[in-house]
């Protein structure tokens, strides 16, 4: 089944304790991106990447570092943590096609962090 | 960061009535996207726009990219209670893979 997993679903950490949010996706996407969302204000984009080693920053990416070593992951890292990264995370990713195919963004089912 | 506008915010219809929603921005773009999300779910596509002026429809919604790219709309007829959720828009610039998202509109559909 073509999924894009996201763990762990529920995270609740301290400030400035380091975590990683993993993604995993099994449809040879090359493409991949993280958002945040938050009450009132819908989907925004932390970090995407169009590729294994090609990552580049969304609206969001303060506080936020990825990597991307191979196709299928996509991981999330928070340094150090803070109250105001409290928020619902989702992944997702996409074949990377020309001008005018349709980039359907597949999306995990989010990972939500509580930072106290 | 930029964001587009969406409207309304929610929704309360009754079964069986139609739902209007759109969005607009101050940006040009060249592909605009709809998306549901379900309750403890990530968002799944429902539409995709490549051209101004275009009109697509996928079973009951229909959505239409604006003539100045700037703008999009979403039709629901018909509404039924498994309409419940939140609309998203999102706009994508040609040459950047940079998904703009609308703030959602949250239908809630009275049986």
């Known amino acids: 089944e073509a999924q894009v997993t996201q763990n762990p679903r529920y995270l609740i950490t301290v400030t400035g304790k380091k975590l990683t949010v993993t993604c995993s996706q099994n449809m040879n996407h090359e493409y991949m991106s993280w958002y945040r969302q938050d009450p009132g204000l819908g989907l925004r984009q932390i970090y995407y990447?169009?590729?294994?080693?090609?990552?580049d920053k969304g609206d969001v990416p303060e506080g936020y570092k990825v990597s991307r070593k191979e196709k299928r992951n996509f991981p999330l890292i928070l340094e150090s943590p803070s109250p105001n990264q409290t928020s619902l995370y989702f992944c997702?990713?996409?074949?990377?096609?020309?001008?005018?195919?349709?980039?359907?963004?597949?999306f995990g089912a989010g990972t939500r962090l509580s930072v106290l | 960061g930029q964001q587009l506008n969406q409207s309304p915010q929610s929704m309360f219809i009754q079964e069986g009535e139609d739902v209007s929603m759109n969005c607009t921005s101050s940006?040009?773009?060249?592909?605009w996207l709809w998306y549901k999300q379900d309750p403890g779910e990530g968002p799944v596509l429902l539409i995709a726009?490549?051209?101004?002026?275009e009109l697509t429809s996928n079973g009951r919604l229909t959505a239409q990219f604006g003539i100045t790219r700037k703008d999009s709309f979403l039709n629901i007829s018909a509404s039924i209670p498994s309409d419940v959720g939140i609309y998203f828009c999102?706009?994508?610039?040609?040459?950047?893979?940079?998904?703009?998202f609308g703030t959602g509109t949250r239908l809630k559909v009275l049986a």
């Open positions: 726009l490549y051209k101004a002026g």
């Open positions: 999102a706009g994508l610039t040609s040459g950047t893979y940079k998904y703009i």
């Open positions: 940006s040009i773009f060249n592909t």
């Open positions: 990447s169009m590729n294994v080693e090609v990552t």
């Open positions: 997702a990713s996409s074949l990377v096609t020309g001008v005018g195919a349709k980039n359907i963004q597949y």
